[in-house]
């Protein structure tokens, strides 16, 4: 029979993704046949994945769900996440069932065009991923007590039933008022759900531990639910996915930048915080580069402390163009004499001319211009690119002497046409100058060839020494793992988990 455990929150952004991976790869470390799930999702940070449930090969699922498929080390598949909305702006969203594009509504009409073929898409998707796995650990969405939502929330509420899920409650330390947050969190759930709960999860604490003791006895006390770990403030280096890990579009954040790497010998890549920004998580490897600081600006910021420019992702190139001309981007990136890498969306940006404008913006014009730093020509129509692909790489412009493959993925509207020969280096679709690259390929920067090219590029731009990179590190998914070692899952987990080790000893998780 199958187990499934629910990682519920206080909140968003309290570290529900992070401890669903840890405990995935803690779990098939194990020797447990685990799978992710998480009914629904928000998120512009899509990956793709094999379909499942319908006939297209690909769809797109949250980054988080394909980091905990990769943690649990089974294949990501549209199952781990049926149902995908991502924010468009203006309070609208993009609704994916099964991986595929369904529809773009406003927040409320969701719920009354799309919400039970959603519910029954979740249920399916859990179903077939129950019939092949022994533990199912499903993720929650925001906070499981939001009163407004609880007769149709997907994540938390129906999860737990459908899937007779035990529940962890999470709540993070860090904001404040952590006891407060999760009493609370209990008085006002379901009740049903409530007596799901497990128990609960502090995270994200710094300090003595002992000085939590009288708050953690008296919070037992008054829910009679065990307080089973205390996590400590670490960043195991997995890719976000709430919106609440970026600036909003007048801030501004650094990513990286290594303490033990000298100020003075460090660069700065500045990342271009887009209004309708989408996988920013193609920005992580960067930030994790000893000696390099990804700094994340809105669109009116200052280049003139950039050693290099990264225009990610958007999930509306034609609305972002607009605000970014507005916002004066255009002459600061063709004043810019450093390397610049468009990705996707940022790549059409790049471009001269975008065609067919009307299918993306919300105006009416139908032809815009671009920023002009690269000879392509953009055209959209209703098609949209959905693909897993790997590409050679033959280096060029700002990654001259990469070599290799880069695997990744696309997901994007319009097809762009080079107007004049130019190198490739990633393949069909892309092009470069001396300065400039565009590419459709996601996860560009997960390649080591390519990353390393960037980064040599950006330091000799700089005039600065790169300084060593140390011994390589555990993966994000093994410090993941190690991360929620703290938590009692003996209480959780059936006897049959805790007494048999799956790997051929004695005991595990006790």
Partial sequence: MTTTLLVAGTASHVGKSTVAAGLCRLFADAGIDIAPFKAQTMSNNAHVAACVGSDAAYGEIGVAQYVQARAAGVV???DHNPVLLKPRGDAESQVLIDGRPVGHVPAGEYYERHWERAREAAVAAYERL???????VAEGAGSIAELNLRHR???NVETARFADAEVLLVGDIERGGVFASLYGTLELMPEDVRDRVAGLVINKF???RSLLTDGLDELEARTGVPVLGVLPHEDPGLPEEDSLSLPDRTASTVRGGNDSVAESRAVTIAAVRLPRLSNATDL???SRVPGVRVAIRPPDATLSDADAVVLPGTK???DDLLALREAGLGERLRAFDGPIVGICGGYQLLGRKL????????GERDSLDGFGLLPVVTRFDDEKAIRQVTRNVEGAGPIDGASGTASGYEIHAGETRVERSLPAPIGPGSVATDRVLGTYLHGLFHAASVREAFVEATFEHAGRERPDSG???ASPFDRAGGLVEEIDLVRVLPKRYSQQDHTGGDTILN
Avoid: F, K, M, Q
């Fill in 355 to 362: 065609l067919g404008a009307s299918h993306e913006s919300t």
């Fill in 206 to 208: 710094r300090g003595d």
């Fill in 284 to 286: 992580d490897p960067l």
């Fill in 76 to 78: 990501p598949t549209t």
């Fill in 130 to 136: 129950a019939a092949d796995h022994e533990v199912i």
């Fill in 316 to 318: 509306n190139t034609a």
């Fill in 471 to 473: 011994a390589r590190s």
């Fill in 153 to 155: 929330d997907l994540a």
